[in-house]
T-cell receptor, first 115, second 114 residues
Framework: GAGVSQSPSNKVTEKGKDVELRCDPI?????LYWYRQSLGQGLEFLIY????????KSGLPSDRFSAERTGGSVSTLTIQRTQQEDSAVYLC?????????????FGDGTRLSIL | DQQVKQNSPSLSVQEGRISILNCDYT??????FLWYKKYPAEGPTFLIS?????DKNEDGRFTVFLNKSAKHLSLHIVPSQPGDSAVYFC?????????????FGKGTHLIIQP
């Protein structure tokens, strides 16, 4: 079956522009996660959804970041007024439910470069 | 403050020998640990996990050991194969953590030499 799909795979944009990243989870997976990996760093957890609900948004780096999920499926991560420090690989993962012990299945990420 | 630490950025091992990747953590609330493998330009792939109620979990060539008193875990790969060359991430989480997001280390780049 299809895995987690992310688009675009690469995005180059100018500082100050808004960007929207998309994640299509594995069919039937109710839990969806966003992470980012900056150069030379581990993955940093940003936010998760159980269904369409995001119980905790405290992991988002600033109020320029927002995420939504509709229909319990596709999610978008939006970064407004991008800054150079937003350059990173943004990874999405999904799991059948949001529960400790459920391995998360990752997409290949969106490589975001802010000029 | 890094809660999950992988102190070896890289490790080189001869094909057929044992690879041992180490991971330390500081948050005593962590009770579930996972290892992921990542190839360039791909997302991480789940390898193996262990709950804090165990001290060992084995799956084929992969074994994870957990030492709770030392807050240390390790991943053993034996025998090592060329396809094992990748970056390995240690990750941790805890029951009732709310967000249920994983806390990752920075990774260890494993290189299997022919």
């Amino acid at each position: 079956g299809a895995g987690v799909s992310q688009s675009p795979s690469n995005k180059v944009t100018e500082k100050g522009k808004d960007v929207e990243l998309r994640c299509d989870p594995i069919s039937g997976h109710t839990a969806l996660y966003w992470y980012r990996q900056s150069l030379g760093q581990g993955l940093e957890f940003l936010i998760y959804f159980q269904g369409n609900s995001a119980p905790d948004k405290s992991g988002l780096p600033s109020d320029r970041f927002s995420a939504e999920r509709t229909g319990g499926s596709v999610s978008t991560l939006t970064i407004q007024r991008t800054q150079q420090e937003d350059s990173a690989v943004y990874l999405c993962a999904s799991s059948p439910i949001a529960r400790t012990g459920q391995p998360q299945h990752f997409g290949d990420g969106t490589r975001l470069s802010i000029l | 403050d890094q809660q999950v630490k992988q102190n070896s950025p890289s490790l080189s091992v001869q094909e057929g020998r044992i690879s041992i990747l180490n991971c330390d953590y500081t948050n005593s609330m962590f009770d579930y640990f996972l290892w992921y493998k990542k190839y360039p330009a791909e997302g991480p792939t789940f390898l193996i996990s262990i709950s804090s109620i165990k001290d060992k979990n084995e799956d084929g060539r992969f074994t994870v050991f957990l030492n709770k008193s030392a807050k240390h875990l390790s991943l053993h790969i034996v025998p090592s194969q060329p396809g094992d060359s990748a970056v390995y991430f240690c990750a941790a989480t805890y029951s009732g953590g709310g967000a249920d997001g994983l806390t990752f280390g920075k990774g260890t780049h494993l290189i299997i030499q022919p």
